[in-house]
Nanobody, 120 residues
Framework: QVQLVESGGGLVQAGGSLRLSCAAS????????MRWYRQAPGKQRELVAT???????NYAGSVKGRFTISRDNAKNTVYLQMSSLKPEDTAVYSC??????????????WGQGTQVTVSS
């Protein structure tokens, strides 16, 4: 089994910054893609950013140029640096990862989510 634990959420004023972290632990051989999703009240879950094991990144248009996804493979951790935050960025942010657990087993895991609230 693998656990993903997010941290770094909180309340910030519009224009401010926050850095989210998501650490994976458990039976990990390697991790392929890691992702950040968000879900605002009454809205569908949105894929915010993706980073591959090689470091290639992709972003939703709504956050491009403001958010940066990165990872530390030695620590099995993914980060989301969020800048120029807007009230519409308010949501629960969750990390997601494709984990190789060895012996050909690959599974997708989710963290529990962390609340980000941006005040105007």
């Amino acid at each position: 089994q693998v656990q993903l634990v997010e941290s770094g959420g909180g309340l910030v004023q519009a224009g401010g910054s926050l850095r989210l972290s998501c650490a994976a632990s458990g039976s990990i051989f390697s991790i392929n893609a890691m992702r950040w999703y968000r879900q605002a009240p009454g809205k569908q879950r949105e894929l915010v950013a993706t980073i591959t094991s090689g470091g290639s990144t992709n972003y939703a248009g709504s956050v491009k140029g403001r958010f940066t996804i990165s990872r530390d493979n030695a620590k099995n951790t993914v980060y989301l640096q969020m800048s120029s935050l807007k009230p519409e960025d308010t949501a629960v942010y969750s990390c997601n990862a494709d984990v190789n657990e060895g012996r050909g087993y690959q599974n997708n895991y989710w963290g529990q989510g962390t609340q980000v609230t941006v005040s105007s």
